[in-house]
Each structure stands twice: as structure tokens, then as C-alpha cells.
């Protein structure tokens, strides 16, 4: 019985043992962007890439976060910034659209490295305050990774970094950054959608990966609560520095071997 189970959860590009192996990283992923912030949907889409179809990873990915932070909303939603909220959906809106119209798929390359060098300035250089009130930025934002997040699938650290200058409470970053990326994930799934990806037969998988992910996220939710804000604030900025010199890295390797 658990071997017929088994088989209807593991879609038919992966192995069983890819299958257990990304159903843990699920939790482990979710772990990490609960209790620190972001970093985990980036790990996440890295391990899919080495078992799926580059075709399949993006969307998947994106049903795959979108329950995942989900249920951080869910866990926070009395920190959520709302303001911050709304003006990053009307700029997603429009980065939506904007994407699905575009014929030619922009150099992965580039991308990267230009998500590297953000990351790296914001953590680390002079950045402008942006204030609760800061909307048209914020805006901007939303618009900006909702068009990046089609090509490349995981912005998560490039919303992470603009909400780290905010400077938020630990709680209400993650319950912000969470909403965002909810909505923000949303927008990417149903634009697969209209473009004819067939989300059907990995469902068994998807519903697996998102109760794993719920799990890390009820873990993480745990560590968050014993951080200081100043705590968390330095772990998110070591975290995102990793990620952009990983970005960096690809990106330059990529655009070499072009």
C-alpha cells in the first residue's frame, strides 16, 4: 500500500529517491525562510534543477512557494504591513503582464549577475531610506521581480533585500515579505497557466511539497520567535551575501560558456 502511494506522489521525471530527497528539502527550505527571512526558495529551485525538466522548474517552483509562504502569512498575519502590501501588488500587477507579453526570453547570464550585484549594494551599501510611506518604490519593486521572477523563478532574496531597508521588526519582515511572495507567486502561476503549463500531473507531488513545507514553516516559526531583531537582522544579511555571491558566480560562469 505505501509502495502504491508512493508512486502516485513521485511524477514520472523523478526517481523515488529524487522525490524523498526534494520533499525534505521542502522542509528544510521552508525552515530557513521562516526562521531567518529568505534564502529558502532559492536553495529550493537549485536542488529542483538537478531532477525536473528546465521547463517544468518555474512554475512548479512557484505553486511550491506560493504554499509555502502561505502559511507564514498565515502564522504572522497580524504583523503584516499592509500599505507595503498593497502598493507591492499593483507594481506585481504590471510586472505580471509586462512579462507574459515578452517574446524572447531575456539572458539567464545577465540576470543573475544583476540580482547578484543588488543583493550585494543593498546589504552592504549606502542605500536610501525607504520609509512605510515609500509606495512608488515599493511599487516599483513589486514590478520589477514580478517580471524577473519569470525568467529566473526565484526572487525572493531580491524582495528580501528591499525590505531589509525598511529595517521592519523581525516579525513583521517575515509576515511582509511572505504576503508579497504569496501574491507575487500567485501572479507567476496563473501566467503559466494562460501559457498552456499542465500543472496536472505533478499535483500528488505539489500537495506533498507543501505539506513538508508547512512543517518547516511551523519549525521555523519557532527559532524566529527566540531572535533578536538584531540577531535576525545579521543572519538575513549573511544569508542574502551568500546567495549573491552564488549569483555572481552562475552568472559569470553562464555568460563565460556563452
Known amino acids: 500500500m505505501f509502495a502504491e502511494l508512493w508512486t502516485q506522489l513521485t511524477p514520472a521525471a523523478l526517481s523515488g529517491w529524487a522525490t524523498a530527497l526534494l520533499l525534505l528539502s521542502s522542509l528544510m527550505t521552508s525552515f530557513i525562510t521562516a526562521a531567518f527571512g529568505a534564502g529558502g526558495g532559492v536553495l529550493l529551485m537549485g536542488l529542483m534543477t538537478l531532477f525536473l525538466p528546465v521547463t517544468a522548474v518555474i512554475p512548479l517552483h512557484g505553486v511550491i512557494q506560493a504554499g509555502s509562504n502561505a502559511g507564514r502569512a498565515a502564522l504572522t498575519w497580524r504583523y503584516i504591513h499592509w500599505p507595503v502590501v498593497l502598493a507591492f501588488t499593483a507594481g506585481g500587477l504590471v510586472g505580471a503582464l509586462a512579462g507574459s507579453q515578452l517574446l524572447v526570453r531575456l539572458p539567464q547570464a545577465w540576470m543573475e549577475l544583476g540580482l547578484g550585484v543588488f543583493i550585494l549594494w543593498s546589504c552592504w551599501g549606502p542605500m536610501p531610506a525607504l520609509h512605510h510611506g515609500s509606495r512608488v518604490r515599493v511599487a516599483l519593486g513589486g514590478a520589477v521581480t ?85 540577531r535576525f537582522h545579521g543572519i538575513l544579511t549573511a544569508i542574502l551575501t551568500l546567495l549573491a555571491l552564488r549569483l555572481l558566480y552562475s552568472g559569470a560562469v553562464s555568460a563565460f560558456e556563452g
Open 146 to 230: 514580478s517580471l524577473l521572477t519569470l525568467f529566473v523563478g526565484a526572487t525572493g532574496p531580491f524582495v528580501a533585500a528591499f525590505l531589509r531597508a525598511m529595517a521592519l521588526e523581525r516579525r513583521v519582515h517575515v509576515g511582509t515579505f511572505s504576503t508579497c511572495m504569496l501574491i507575487q507567486h500567485g501572479l507567476k502561476i496563473g501566467v503559466f497557466g494562460l501559457l498552456g503549463f499542465a500543472f496536472g500531473p505533478y499535483l500528488p507531488f505539489l500537495l506533498a511539497m507543501l505539506a513538508m513545507g508547512l512543517l518547516g514553516t511551523l519549525l521555523g516559526r519557532a527559532t524566529l520567535e527566540r531572535l533578536s531583531d538584531r
